[in-house]
């Protein structure tokens, strides 16, 4: 067993993570802006960016995507016939210890907002999660494979997830409580880890997609056209955040001048953050894929790639 996990450990795409506490398996092959912005404190969540529509009663063709990792998370609820955004809350955890806490706050809202034939979509995001070739999985050896990356853990459920497009496997572990969570709630949900979904993503070229969030730094980085890297960053300043990008140029031999940028998230043109990057890197855009015509209500006009890497997830 230790010769297959020495050998699966130095094929892995590591995603880095904080540590969250089992025994049980689940086996599933299954930054300031001039938009609007409502600042709602409670004693660990704060709203950093929220919309919805006046008139918001009939939900029952619309969808309910929710992200939630270990520096926030966000719900969204879309209508992709009508390409309508209905509503839109992104919240940061300022208190990381209590991820249910910082969810039942929400039980209420939701409660109020959804309708019972809402299609629910949930995506984890949280670090714990590794990827690994289908040629080193082992479903026996997975939870071994995340203990030796990030230390024994109890209280979580572990999920096994096959990306077929890419021939990997993301492996990754959720907060029993959270899980079960959302499985009393919306017990129809369908629920992936988002990497799962933005692996199968990534295009030809050098690229780098950046997804910018609640102090985090979601880095994608492909070398013409193959996965090397998907990790989250934690940064308080926008120096942090390029010293990472460029040591992710730096170890994999590629230079900053040949990678393409894509932007994604919580960031503006004209943020100390973009223009920090834009000095060492000259191909940089905001991605925001095919939704980039989204309806709005009364003259709002909220970027599109500050949610469109939701919106990629469940379309």
């Not at 969540?45 to 966000?74: A, F, P, R, W």
């Not at 209500?297 to 909220?302: A, K, M, T, V, Y």
Request: hydrophobic residues 35%; negative net charge; aromatic residues 12%.
């Amino acid at each position: 067993m230790a010769s297959v996990i020495g050998r699966a450990r130095d094929n892995i795409c590591l995603l880095e993570t904080l540590t969250l506490r089992s025994s049980k398996e689940g086996d599933c092959s299954i930054c300031k802006q001039k938009y609007p912005y409502f600042a709602i404190q409670f004693k660990s969540l704060k709203s950093i960016c929220s919309y919805q529509l006046q008139d918001h009663t009939n939900l029952k063709s619309d969808n309910l995507i929710v992200e939630i990792g270990d520096y926030g998370m966000s719900f969204m609820i879309f209508d992709f016939e009508s390409n309508k955004l209905k509503l839109l809350n992104m919240f940061e955890f300022e208190k990381q210890d209590d991820l249910l806490r910082n969810l039942q706050m929400q039980d209420t809202w939701l409660s109020s907002k959804i309708d019972s034939d809402c299609k629910v979509f949930v995506f984890y995001n949280f670090r714990e999660s590794i990827l690994v070739p289908e040629k080193f999985h082992n479903k026996d050896n997975s939870g071994s494979l995340l203990d030796l990356m990030f230390g024994q853990s109890e209280d979580y459920i572990l999920i096994q997830e096959h990306v077929s497009s890419k021939s990997i496997y993301n492996i990754y572990r959720v907060p029993e409580q959270i899980h079960h969570w959302f499985m009393l709630h919306f017990p129809k949900c369908a629920f992936k880890h988002s990497s799962s979904n933005q692996t199968e993503e990534i295009k030809e070229g050098t690229v780098i997609r950046c997804i910018v969030s609640f102090g985090s730094l979601k880095v994608i980085f492909s070398n013409q056209g193959q996965l090397q890297l998907i990790q989250h960053f934690p940064y308080s300043s926008p120096e942090d955040a390029l010293y990472f990008l460029l040591r992710v140029c730096e170890t994999h031999g590629v230079k900053p001048t040949d990678v393409k940028i894509q932007l994604n998230g919580l960031l503006t043109s004209d943020s100390a953050l973009f223009d920090l990057i834009y000095n060492y890197f000259t191909d940089i855009d905001f991605y925001s894929s095919s939704f980039s015509d989204i309806e709005m209500e009364n003259g709002i006009e909220l970027p599109a790639h500050y949610f469109s890497h939701l919106l990629d997830l469940a379309s």
